[in-house]
């Protein structure tokens, strides 16, 4: 019951921009765009989250498409340190059933020097 | 900066032995989760847990699992007799509250190997 579809793999260049697709076609009005990623066996790392705004912090920013069924993720200027699986997650801010933070397989990006 | 702490890095035991994972949550949050990786494997959810009870569990969590808060910073995974297949890496997280934007913050896991 995936709500995002991801590439599974993407590489990019150390020092350009990275830009990670996800699909959310079927994202209701309340559920928000989360980003993590896991580097290596790690604990997830949260990113960035977004609405329908465009959002931006230090790590990256998120580019929701107007009919929010698409988003990208954009690291600036990736680093080797960058390699690690993103995963892109849709769901409510809420707590209630079912609305828990569930993880599909992610985009796993490869930084090349 | 706060964090989310998990003891032991790695745990090493025998089937059908029990074995505890635990974790300390960053101090001022109130929602608490474990999930696990098996190698190779996506990041799955067990369970989560609010104000001193379980409320949402996976299908994964069964009568094995059990999870506690003893006292005002642990939080405990139980695993009663440990299977072949429960070996995975073990994530804590915790969540600050209610009407948050909700993001999780993850410890960086405990490693359970079963023998």
């Known amino acids: 019951d995936a709500k995002t579809t991801q590439p599974p793999s993407m590489d990019c260049a150390e020092g350009r921009a990275a830009n990670l697709p996800c699909n959310h076609s079927t994202i209701s009005g309340n559920e928000y765009v989360y980003w993590y990623r896991q580097i290596h066996s790690q604990g997830p790392q949260y990113i960035i989250h977004g609405l329908k705004n465009n959002e931006t912090n230090e790590m990256a920013s998120l580019i929701i498409t107007e009919d929010r069924k698409s988003s990208t993720l954009i690291l600036p200027h990736a680093t080797l340190r960058d390699t690690a699986v993103y995963y892109c997650?849709?769901?409510?801010?809420?707590?209630?059933?079912?609305?828990?933070?569930?993880f599909g397989a992610g985009t796993r990006l490869t930084v090349k020097p | 900066e706060p964090e989310v702490t998990q003891t032991p890095s790695h745990q090493v035991t025998q089937m059908g032995q029990e074995v505890i994972l635990r974790c300390v949550p960053i101090s001022n949050h109130l929602y608490f989760y474990w999930y696990r990786q098996i190698l190779g494997q996506k990041v799955e959810f067990l369970v989560s847990?609010?104000?001193?009870?379980?409320?949402?569990k996976s299908e994964i969590f069964d009568d094995q699992f059990s999870v506690e808060r003893p006292d005002g910073s642990n939080f405990t995974l139980k695993i009663r007799s440990t299977k072949l297949e429960d070996s995975a890496m073990y994530f804590c997280?915790?969540?600050?509250?209610?009407?948050?934007?909700?993001?999780?913050?993850f410890g960086e896991g405990s490693r359970l190997t079963v023998l």
């Open positions: 997650i849709v769901r409510e801010p809420l707590y209630r059933p079912n609305n828990d933070m569930r």
């Open positions: 847990f609010y104000n001193n009870e379980i409320s949402e």
């Open positions: 997280a915790s969540s600050v509250g209610q009407m948050n934007t909700g993001e999780l913050f």
